[in-house]
């Protein structure tokens, strides 16, 4: 009867403390919230009065209310949808080649050790070209629009998820390829059931370091050609001395960028949700 109830005793006192650490953990997710708020507020609020106040050239910086201003008078004309979502699209499409062929090489290279230390040294070049040089070429052999945009940004992210994701692959477990062999498996069961499985963070890791690489390379492409898209009108605020505009379409990029790499985070958790 004493040991019963010494069990539920215990019992109860786990439960109140394991209570506890959620409410702390909890309590710190809030803080960290309330701290990053409270961060960003202060920015804002000493931006708008050191711009008022003249501590620094309102011509050349802006200010929060007038970068609100001009978002609210690009939504009423529809400018704001339409070069957010240019600059969108042609970031999703490259960063998805990217991935894909990305993640096709890495394959292939993992696959047949003989591709492996034929490429590996090219690989590393390209990874070490300044991606920008080779924007004008890009515009002579795509041509002058979307393509080249594009072509720009599936440059600058592709080598970068080849070599995490390659490297992610070489570094799996080998007792556990062994022991599939062991019981019969074949190369593709083994890429499978362990490499891909094992590389999943991997893979995602290089999907958010490159979702920000496509970004910028559309932004670069932009720069060089474009008509439509925050690239666009970055130069052409700075062009005709509308900083205002300059510094909006930064902060919509700001937001812009934000949202895609949460949008990588969101799948990641789906997956890995999806997979338990």
Not at 56 to 81: C, H, R, W
Not at 88 to 108: D, H, K, M, N
Not at 132 to 148: F, Y
């Amino acid at each position: 009867m004493f040991k019963f109830i010494e069990r539920i005793l215990t019992k109860d006192a786990v439960t109140t403390e394991h209570g506890q650490y959620l409410k702390r953990v909890r309590l710190k997710k809030i803080g960290v919230k309330f701290s990053q708020l409270a961060i960003l507020a202060v920015v804002i609020i000493a931006w708008e009065l050191a711009a008022r106040y003249k501590v620094i050239d309102p011509f050349i910086t802006s200010y929060p209310t007038q970068i609100a201003k001009t978002i609210y008078k690009m939504a009423l004309n529809g400018e704001l949808v339409k070069h957010t979502w240019t600059t969108i699209y042609e970031t999703l499409v490259g960063f998805t080649l990217g991935a894909i062929i990305g993640l096709i090489v890495a394959t292939a290279l993992w696959w047949s050790d003989y591709l492996s230390k034929v490429f590996e040294p090219y690989i590393v070049l390209l990874n070490a070209l300044p991606k920008m040089a080779l924007g004008p070429i890009l515009i002579i052999w795509l041509g002058n629009g979307v393509t080249a945009i594009i072509g720009m940004s599936l440059l600058v992210s592709i080598i970068v998820t080849i070599m995490m994701v390659y490297n992610g692959f070489r570094e799996t477990d080998n007792n556990k390829i062994k022991l599939l062999r062991t019981l019969g498996a074949n190369q593709f069961q083994i890429f499978k059931k362990v490499v891909l499985m094992e590389n999943l963070p991997t893979i995602f890791s290089a999907l958010k370091v490159n979702i920000g690489l496509s970004l910028v390379g559309t932004i670069v492409g932009e720069f060089l050609v474009s008509k439509a898209g925050l690239g666009y009108l970055i130069v052409y605020g700075g062009q005709v001395f509308k900083l205002s505009l300059v510094m909006t379409s930064v902060i919509i990029l700001c937001i812009v960028a934000g949202l895609l790499y949460y949008l990588i985070v969101w799948l990641e958790k789906r997956l890995i949700k999806w997979e338990n």
